[in-house]
């Protein structure tokens, strides 16, 4: 009932910047919350970034101060700004939506390469 769709991966270099996009479509409702996840290759899924649908942010340390997420609660989309790219920030990104009480969804991911 509800899809979502990253947009805005690509390669850059070290020191550039992406913006990466999340929409939602269908039946969107009780969202308690929109965040960016990531994947490397061999490595766990972690959290990147969260923002709350009233807009409370939370970052994961090794993106603070260089990431941005900021939401649009009339589009039901999200955004990942990124800055000063290194090549360790080199994933797959997956935005994620939360529904208050009973679980969320998962969108395909977007491949974000950094080149040193």
């Known amino acids: 009932q509800v899809q979502l769709v990253e947009s805005g991966g690509g390669l850059v270099q070290a020191g550039g910047s992406l913006r990466l996009s999340c929409a939602a479509s269908?039946?969107?409702?009780?969202?308690?919350?929109l965040g960016w996840y990531r994947q490397a290759p061999g490595k766990q899924r972690e959290l990147v970034a969260t923002i709350t649908i009233g807009g409370t942010t939370n970052y994961a340390d090794s993106v603070k101060g260089r990431f941005s997420i900021s939401r649009d609660n009339a589009k039901n989309t999200v955004y990942l700004q990124m800055n000063s790219l290194k090549p360790e920030d080199t994933a797959v990104y997956y935005c994620r939506l939360d529904r208050v009480n009973w679980g969320g969804y998962w969108g395909q991911g977007t491949q974000v390469t950094v080149s040193s």
């Open positions: 269908g039946s969107i409702f009780s969202i308690k919350a």
